[in-house]
């Protein structure tokens, strides 16, 4: 099992936190399935940016991004060389630092 450890976002997870893991599992769902409620407007079908994160620590330790999915980051708000689709980020072996960005592109939040 790794470790994930999602640093602190003001409104998603402001303590940050730490859960475990298992290897072919997807970074957005380990954080749905431990109170961590990243957006995912398209239901985790690589069709959309509201997950995108940085993996700040442990990007080596994914698999490469799909076509699909680099299209997808070229357009999510505050692209940078450690940016990823959750939904399309499948945990390792190793333990990752994901920091949630501020802002999405999603006009309308599931949650509010």
Not at 61 to 80: C, Q, R, T, V
């Amino acid at each position: 099992m790794a470790k994930i450890t999602f640093l602190p976002h003001p409104v998603i997870c402001p303590q940050g936190k730490t859960v475990e893991a298992g290897a072919g599992v997807s970074i957005c769902d380990a954080a749905l399935g431990n109170g961590i409620e990243i957006e995912h407007a398209c239901e985790k079908s690589c069709a959309c940016t509201t997950c995108h994160v940085y993996v700040r620590e442990g990007y080596d330790s994914l698999e490469e991004p799909s076509e699909n999915e680099e299209d997808y980051l070229d357009k999510a708000w505050g692209l940078d060389p450690d940016s990823r689709l959750s939904c399309q980020a499948k945990v390792a072996d190793e333990d990752l630092v994901v920091e949630i960005p501020k802002y999405t592109i999603n006009l309308v939040s599931e949650a509010h």
